[in-house]
T-cell receptor, first 112, second 115 residues
Framework: SAVISQKPSRDICQRGTSLTIQCQVD?????MFWYRQQPGQSLTLIAT?????????ESGFVIDKFPISRPNLTFSTLTVSNMSPEDSSIYLC?????????FGPGTRLTVL | AQTVTQSQPEMSVQEAETVTLSCTYD???????LFWYKQPPSRQMILVIR??????QNATENRFSVNFQKAAKSFSLKISDSQLGDTAMYFC????????????FGQGTTLQVKP
């Protein structure tokens, strides 16, 4: 199975600030994925992070709010910009390996 | 657009008994994957079982098995000999075939296993 790590595991931030979440995977993959899980809700895909090109965003998510970097095949970052309390969620990194989809441990973000 | 529906927000079962979690989905695709994920309080998403739509045989992983009814677009999860460690939120998820990591999740079912 794939091993995915994320940093930080949790953070409490003030509104108007930004937080960058890091994701490291143990195998080289073309695509990495960022999901959001709002409190008490299911998971929703934010964007696909492609190595060597811009990320592909899902409907309702924009690059200015959630800029993504993908400098190499095992690492990606997601920034949550100009945060508001509505951004309080768990953010999860994911990869597909052998047709199975694995998730990182998540970053629990609380915005005050 | 694909949708996934889990109609049971909460369920409970006695330890050692069997419980079935329901999931229905809607898609016009013929080839796809279906998954059940478990999310305990630690919030780690754990893959429980996977089913390829082209396979008629129901997937089984130890105490976990599915009842996949493609025509009815139904994908239920049966947990046998329930254990306290099975207490978690369970999510049903759909993914199109091909090189994509976009999962469509259901709303989730909270399962409580009682001693």
């Amino acid at each position: 199975s794939a091993v995915i790590s994320q940093k930080p595991s949790r953070d409490i931030c003030q509104r108007g600030t930004s937080l960058t979440i890091q994701c490291q995977v143990d195998s080289q993959v073309t695509m990495m994925f960022w999901y959001r899980q709002q409190p008490g809700q299911s998971l929703t895909l934010i964007a696909t992070a492609n190595q060597g090109s811009e990320a592909t965003y899902e409907s309702g998510f924009v690059i200015d709010k959630f800029p993504i970097s993908r400098p190499n095949l095992t690492f990606s970052t997601l920034t949550v910009s100009n945060m508001s309390p509505e951004d309080s969620s768990i953010y999860l990194c994911s990869q597909v390996w052998n047709n199975e989809q694995f998730f990182g441990p998540g970053t629990r973000l609380t915005v005050l | 657009a694909q949708t996934v529906t889990q109609s049971q927000p909460e369920m409970s079962v006695q330890e050692a008994e069997t419980v079935t979690l329901s999931c229905t989905y809607d898609t016009s695709e013929n080839n796809y994957y279906l998954f059940w994920y478990k999310q305990p309080p630690s919030r780690q998403m754990i893959l429980v079982i996977r089913q390829e739509a082209y396979k008629q045989q129901n997937a089984t992983e130890n105490r976990f098995s599915v009842n996949f009814q493609k025509a009815a677009k139904s994908f239920s999860l049966k947990i046998s000999d329930s254990q306290l460690g099975d207490t978690a939120m369970y999510f049903c998820a759909f993914r199109r075939s091909g090189n994509t990591g976009k999962l469509i999740f259901g709303q989730g079912t909270t399962l409580q296993v009682k001693p």
